[in-house]
């Protein structure tokens, strides 16, 4: 675990953008396809192909410090020295980053105590990269990741950190700050962030990242959930909870960074009963969670009624039955198929979730704001949208403005919808298919290249009334020309129509001209 050391740090960061320490730079150390292994969990083409490198002298600082920190080999103190000039071994050892390899005292082979390399990202501030340090993964220990294991960048901290909202908002709230990755991202907009979580190892590294990366302005609270913010009120929370639904039984392990401690989906439900009490009228909350769906009940009608009492806009991006659950997560702490506790575990998992009545798990994403004073909630979607395996850049500027949207258009009447005046966004495009020798199309999909990346099949009258919206004419104007188009009743056709506009001006296909 990394040690505060303000003037170590400071050396440390100096010495790594000297050494060109990037995303780009790292990636550019190994071929596409070794770094397509190091995805998968597999080190070994990487290690061959920076070895080579290392073999015929051509070896750069960066290389040394992805070899050491990325890959998590043992490196020769005089490399590493080379490769920290002004920190140096003995100050990386002191910063609590590396130490002597203790199988040899003779030796000078420096191995790593932490994960420790660059992160890049985007947002609408414009592109930025830190360095992100968190405890070793399973490949550089060599087994099981331990309980209290503090998690780097991965998938669910990128999908979050894409979601966020831009809010310039006064104070902020980080629930379950792990690495410290969230309380970053929102400390670029906020005034004031704090950082909480249940584990004090976990705030370290969150202390140290920040430090770092010289962001200010983070307090860091130990604490469950929202004890350590008792009695305040946030314009923005995150959160990136320890969601995942474990058996509570002694013979399985719990990992700090991903379990909440208790059963089934009980610890969203409870986040989200914390985020009613702790959102400023206002304010907005973005996280992450599970939920269970149990004996029948639609998991998202589960997830309606946590939320009761605020906005609330939630994404289901996928599905797993009650096995395959089960797999992701002991796969996940580091545990094969084939080691000892394996079966053990699974048979665990799925008598759990047998006798509770668990059929499958959601997973997906979850915006919730409060109500200004005096109002109450207007916006209630609960939607299943099939993942496309990628968190796109500027997802959180499309959430920011489907709320406005929402907003503005939501409690319009149809008459005041069809005075809109509309225009296509410019990512969406259209695909046709028709059987061969035929003119008149079977199918017509409108494809969003942003946001959710959603696809919507429509009719030639929807089609062509979304074709026809360039900011001109308004909504009622073109649907009253369709329906001359097409000779039908243009009261019927508007009454069809409407309702897929709203619908299409809320998923950003349609935007206010």
Known sequence: MPRIDTDLIAL???????????????????????????????????????????????????????????????????????????????????????????????????????????????????????????????????????????????????????????????????????????????????????????????????????????????????????????????????????????????????????DGGFTGDELVQRVLAGIRAHLAPGGVAQLLGNWEYVGGVDGLDRVRAWADGLDAWVVERELQDAPRYAETWIRDGGTRAGDPEYDLWYDRWLEDFTARGVEYVGFGYLTLRAPTEGTAPTLARFEQVESSGTNPAGIGEHVAQALAVHDAVGGLTDAELAGLRLKVAPDVTEERHSWPGDEAPIVISLRQGAGFGRAVQVDPALSGLVGACDGELTVGQIVDAVAALFEVDEVELRAELLPRVRELVFTGFLELA
């Open 12 to 258: 440390l960061r100096a010495d790594l953008a000297a050494a060109d320490f990037t995303v780009d730079t790292v990636r550019g150390l190994w071929s596409e396809s070794a770094g397509g292994a190091l995805t998968r969990s597999h080190r070994v083409p990487a290690q061959r192909e920076l070895a080579a490198a290392r073999a015929a002298g051509e070896i750069t600082p960066a290389g040394t410090l992805a070899w050491l920190f990325v890959l998590g080999l043992p490196v020769a103190g005089p490399e590493l020295d080379a490769a920290l000039p002004e920190l140096a071994a003995d100050g990386a050892a002191a910063l609590g980053l590396v130490e002597l390899d203790e199988t040899d005292p003779a030796s000078d082979l420096i191995t790593p105590l932490v994960d420790l390399r660059p992160y890049a990202f985007a947002d609408r501030l414009g592109e930025a990269e830190w360095w992100i340090a968190s405890d070793l993964g399973e490949l550089a220990l060599g087994h099981a990741l331990g309980p209290d294991h503090v998690l780097g960048v991965g998938g669910a901290s990128t999908t979050l950190s894409s979601l966020i909202i831009g809010r310039e908002v006064e104070l902020a709230l980080d629930l379950g700050t792990g690495c410290g990755i969230q309380a970053m991202h929102v400390a670029r907009y906020a005034r004031r962030v704090i950082a909480t979580d249940i584990s004090a190892r976990a705030l370290e590294y969150a202390e140290f990242n920040a430090r770092l990366n010289g962001i200010g302005g983070i307090e860091f609270r130990l604490g469950s959930l929202f004890e350590p913010v008792a009695g305040e009120r946030f314009g923005h929370i995150v959160s990136n909870p320890p969601f995942v639904i474990t058996p509570r039984v002694a013979d399985v392990p719990e990992y700090e960074y991903r």
